[in-house]
C-alpha cells in the first residue's frame, strides 16, 4: 500500500492486519517515539540543536522503515519542526486509519461473493 505523506508516495512494507507486521510497526513507531522524546529531555540542548536531531532522527526512521532516501524526500525544503510533527502524527493515526479500511473493504468484497445477493445471481 503507498502512503501519501507530504506529497510523497511512501509504500508501506507491512501488513498491518497481520500481527507480525503489526508489531513489527508498532516497535518501529515506539521506538522513533523514545528517540525523539530522549532528545527532547537532555536538557542542554538549545532549541536549534533539538529541532535538528529530532529532524535527522524522524529521516533516519523513514529511511528505515520506508527505504533509503524516504526521509529526504519527505522533509525536502522543509526541515523544521512543523513538518516533523505533521510527519509523526500520520504515522501514528496510520494504524487507526489503515486496519479499519482493510477490514471494511474485506468485508464488503465477502458480501459481494458470498452474501444473499450470490444465491439471486445464481438463481
Known amino acids: 500500500m503507498t502512503i501519501d505523506v507530504l506529497g510523497v508516495g ?3 512494507p507491512y501488513d498491518l492486519t497481520a500481527a507480525d507486521d503489526a508489531e513489527k510497526w508498532e516497535q518501529d513507531l515506539s521506538s522513533l517515539n523514545q528517540t525523539l522524546q530522549e532528545i527532547e529531555e537532555r536538557g542542554n540542548l538549545l532549541q536549534s540543536q533539538v529541532i535538528r536531531e529530532q529532524i535527522a532522527a524522524m ?3 523513514l529511511d528505515g522503515v520506508f527505504g ?6 519527505v ?11 505533521i510527519v509523526l502524527k500520520l504515522m501514528t493515526i ?7 479500511k482493510l477490514l471494511n473493504d474485506a468485508w464488503n468484497d465477502a ?3 458470498y452474501g ?8
Open 59 to 61: 529521516k533516519k526512521w
Open 111 to 113: 458480501m459481494k461473493r
Open 94 to 100: 496510520l494504524h487507526a486509519v489503515y486496519v479499519p
Open 75 to 85: 522533509f525536502d525544503g522543509r526541515e523544521n519542526l512543523k513538518t516533523a510533527h
Open 68 to 73: 533509503p532516501g524516504s526521509g529526504a524526500k
Open 116 to 123: 444473499p445477493a450470490r444465491a439471486q445471481r445464481k438463481a
Open 10 to 12: 511512501l509504500e508501506l
